[in-house]
């Protein structure tokens, strides 16, 4: 019985140090701008992916849940924070619909398999990212309303960015499964 108790508590340990990784992981991607074309990217979309993939969708979900509720209580996870505020006005603001498509798409893309080939993966992967999309255009529309350009400014700017993160994705595929594999909780 407890030896029983000790690999739980392991288990446990084990998720709640892979959780926090991942958060952190998912905050320095917020930070780092990379120039390209037309904006700026950062890499958190290419994380949200990463983290559902090898972690899966229950440990994924958990490690974004986190992190959104790092930035909610004020920490400055979030991109732009703390310049552009911080805590739950902040993360209420413009963005707050495609942190939520954090949620989906990393459920999403962790219940995915990856043994179909690169056109059937690389589909998965435009699917999960479209998620964040969907999401941020729902809540941006929402919020600046509906007769702005919602797709031209929450979108477009960033369908170039997100398809090298996708590429990018698809060809680090193989290796983010072996990692899953070695970190799997049992």
């Known amino acids: 019985m407890e030896a029983i108790k000790k690999i739980e508590l392991n288990k ?17 991607s917020a930070k780092i701008k990379i120039p390209f ?42 991109a732009g924070t703390p310049e552009k505020g911080i805590g ?17 798409a990393t459920y999403l893309v962790g219940t995915f398999k990856y043994n179909k080939g690169i056109v059937n993966s690389f589909l998965k992967l435009i699917v999960s990212v479209s998620v964040i999309y969907f999401f941020g255009m729902i809540w941006l529309g929402t919020l600046i309303g509906w007769e702005k350009p919602i797709f031209k400014l929450g979108a477009q700017p960033f ?27 049992t």
């Open 12 to 28: 446990v340990f084990k998720i709640i140090l892979l959780a926090i990784l991942g958060s952190l992981l998912l905050t320095i």
């Open 37 to 78: 074309y037309p904006v700026p990217m950062t890499m958190q979309t290419f994380v949200v992916l990463f983290l559902g993939i090898t972690l899966g969708p229950k440990i994924g979900l958990l490690t974004i849940s986190l992190y959104l509720f790092e930035g909610i209580f004020g920490l400055p996870v979030f």
């Open 88 to 104: 739950f006005v902040y993360f209420t603001g413009p963005t707050m619909g495609y942190l939520i498509g954090f949620l989906l």
């Open 159 to 185: 369908l170039l960015a997100e398809l090298f993160k996708i590429l990018l994705l698809l060809f680090l595929i193989p290796s983010l499964l072996k990692i899953k594999n070695l970190i799997k909780i």
